[in-house]
């Protein structure tokens, strides 16, 4: 058989051929289908400049073989940063960090968008120092700061505003730039009614709402004829910055005839049913009816994505014309390397996101982390292969930072053994997977129960670690990484009950009672209360705080709530002085009146010792010993996943 012949059956055989396919977006030729979609990382600075651990957390995603980045969105004027850490691009002083950045990640073979923005009404004089702007002066509900309407001609300013932005990124080396025309943007508050009530030629119908936008376009089209335009756009949410499907092509078409190279479909955070941004949902279910019918609105190139995890979804997107490109954030973000192990027939090496959300929902730190990839931010700090070559590390407590410790010295060439008195690894992750919607966290306990053998970490699990045991491994270092004992409260008559904690609840199937109380209501609380009411359990949620679930972000919070809810389960805060009477009654007193409620079964939630510390006794006898514990909320197990591994990347400089 000729070569010839044989193509063909090649090219069919080849893993992911569609992805793998190159694409022209206007005059830039792409390696690859597969795009890093604008992100904001906060790894710049508070004055607007990029940072060399910007540059490093992108450079790491272009090794990874990804065909096009879109860097973060970067506010063409001060007043328009939606977060303290936006970086700028209103003048001429930023540009010299873009430019490293498009020459270190050039040499990859990457292409190059950013994406340029303007907050609007969507953040605050708090943040920037000047009171916000929008079409109308009507406040978004989220910020509730109601902004200053803009003259016609601050209007002409603005749109200035993009086209030097966009003259500077060209200069700066990018390949194309992106346009945020959703998300609530201000380009988005233009072209939605909800937002924009102008009677002038920029309000009333689509052509007038969508004029600043073709009025950029045209003019970047215009200043830098070789530089792509994307322009990303979404329909929005109802009463929300909403855009009907038919004024979402026209602007589509409105865009591309003003000369913009590519559509970017808004299938993210601002679209997604909100059942999918939380982790309690099931991801990769999402209906996506909006992108093809872009794609057949336009001619141009059409990236989609958002709420793609399995990738023979986004093969399939690609195979079937429905999109051109596929944007690929979160999995990206956790394994920058997903490129080229898909192309290399290496799925099964994939280091699996786990639909948290933390790299989204950051509350307390306007840096980007990951539970699943604690080197997201950090990746300088990994660079340097094998720095502890020579020194030994004793992990207690197989949890996910116990798991993560093992994982980054046994990369960093340590010598490691892990101790763990159960037989399952992950701990507090693990056990949290067979609630409804985390079933994908034990995908990372097995990714990393995977990886750590082929790195020859030593297990030793199903017995009770003792002082002698650690200290005979003679280790440099030892990294205790589990909680402590259930904390029992102090109520009267507790012991005429059956009493449960929720480790013991969610690993196993031990026998209870029909009747339960769950005391203690923060996220696990919360969620071990929906566990068992899909079990058909009775049962009824007790909080002594004014909140349930108060510990977790306010997306997955609202969700657990509904869900609760939808179970009939009841959930009482507030309450305070329990008691429980010899014929299983409980008594708890909440808003001047008495609960009275028949008990077969109370569960603790929420009360583990954050550490345990009976091993105390190896400070002193060891060169280091740290003490970092477990925790069952993703968000405050991340920090202690970065903890762990921060500790690791600078503790052979110590030894």
């Known amino acids: 058989m000729t070569d010839e012949a044989q193509k063909p059956e090649e090219a069919e055989a080849k893993p992911f051929a569609k992805l793998a396919e190159s694409i022209r977006i206007g005059e830039v030729d792409v390696r690859n289908r597969i ?15 990029l940072t060399e651990r910007c540059i490093a957390y992108y450079l790491e995603r272009a090794r990874g073989g990804v065909g096009l980045i879109i860097v973060e969105p970067a506010a063409v004027a001060p007043a328009g940063r939606h977060i303290a850490n936006t970086p700028l691009l ?3 002083k930023f540009t010299q960090m873009h430019q490293r950045l498009c020459e270190v ?28 702007v929008a079409p109308s002066s009507r406040a978004d509900r989220d910020f509730g700061e109601k902004p200053v309407a803009l003259k016609t001609e601050e209007i002409a300013e603005i749109v200035d505003s993009f086209v030097a ?15 945020v025309a959703s998300g609530g943007f201000l380009l988005h508050q233009f072209l939605s009614r909800d937002s924009n009530r102008r009677k002038d030629n920029y309000g009333g119908d689509l052509v007038a709402r969508a004029r ?10 215009a200043a830098a004829p070789t530089l ?18 038919d004024e979402l092509l026209e602007v589509a078409r409105l865009s591309a005839g003003a000369g913009a190279s590519c559509i970017d479909v808004a299938l993210g955070a601002e679209m997604l049913p909100r059942t999918d941004r939380v982790p309690i949902a099931s991801p990769g279910q999402v209906q996506r009816p909006v992108e093809p019918v872009v794609k057949g609105a336009v001619t ?84 340097l292969a094998r720095r502890g070559a020579g020194h030994h590390v004793v992990v207690v407590g197989a949890g996910l930072a116990g798991l993560w410790t093992c994982m980054a010295a046994a990369e960093l060439g340590y010598t490691v053994e892990l101790f763990e008195e159960g037989s399952i690894l992950g701990n507090l992750l693990a056990v949290r997977s067979r609630v409804p919607g985390q079933t994908d966290n034990y995908a990372l306990v097995d990714y990393l129960s995977r990886e750590l053998q082929t790195l020859g ?23 205790v990484t589990r909680i402590g004992e259930i904390q029992v409260p102090e109520i009267d008559g507790l012991s005429n009950v059956q009493t449960l904690d929720p480790v013991t609840v969610l690993s196993g199937e031990p026998t209870m009672g029909d009747k339960v109380v769950l005391l203690g209501g923060g996220l696990m609380g919360a969620e071990l209360a929906y566990y068992l009411a899909k079990r058909g359990k009775h049962v009824t949620l007790l909080e002594e705080r004014s909140r349930v679930a108060s510990d977790t972000h306010p997306e997955l919070r609202q969700h657990i709530i509904a869900a609760l809810r939808e179970m009939d389960c009841p959930v009482h805060v507030g309450v305070h002085d329990l008691q429980v009477n010899v014929y299983g009654e409980l008594t708890a007193q909440h808003e001047k009146r008495t609960l009275r409620l028949l008990v077969d079964t109370v569960i603790l939630a929420g009360n583990y010792e954050t550490c345990d510390n009976t091993l105390r006794e190896l400070e002193g006898k060891v060169k280091e010993v740290h003490f970092i514990g477990d925790a069952y909320e993703t968000a405050e197990l991340t920090k202690l996943v970065y903890q762990a591994t921060g500790i690791l990347a600078d503790l052979a400089d110590r030894l």
């Open 105 to 132: 990640l050039h040499v990859e073979g990457v292409k190059l968008f950013v994406q340029l923005m303007h907050a609007g009404r969507k953040t605050s004089s708090r943040l920037t120092g000047m009171k916000p």
């Open 228 to 245: 792509a335009v994307s322009v990303r756009m979404g329909p929005g949410r109802k009463k929300d910055y909403h855009l009907p499907m």
């Open 457 to 479: 970490v030593k297990f030793h699990l199903r017995r009770k670690v003792t002082l002698r045991d650690v200290l005979d491994q003679r280790p440099d270092v030892v990294f």
């Open 90 to 92: 209103n003048d001429d």
């Open 212 to 221: 600043v936008l073709t009025d950029i376009v045209a003019g970047i089209r």
């Open 35 to 49: 795009v890093l979609p604008a992100m904001a990382t906060g790894f710049g600075s508070s004055e607007g400049f």
């Open 300 to 383: 141009v190139p059409v990236i989609g994505g958002g709420g793609i995890f399995d990738l023979r979804v986004a093969e399939q997107l690609v195979k079937n014309g429905r999109v051109d490109m596929v944007a690929l954030g979160r999995p990206i973000v956790t394994d920058p390397q997903l490129p080229t192990k898909i192309f290399s027939s290496r799925v099964a090496a994939l280091r699996p996101c786990i639909h948290c959300n933390v790299c989204l929902s950051r509350l307390s730190d306007p840096t980007m982390s990951c539970p699943a990839n604690p080197m997201v931010g950090r990746e300088q700090l990994f660079w």
């Open 165 to 179: 932005a966009a003259v500077r990124a060209h200069q700066a080396g990018y390949d194309g730039v992106e346009l």
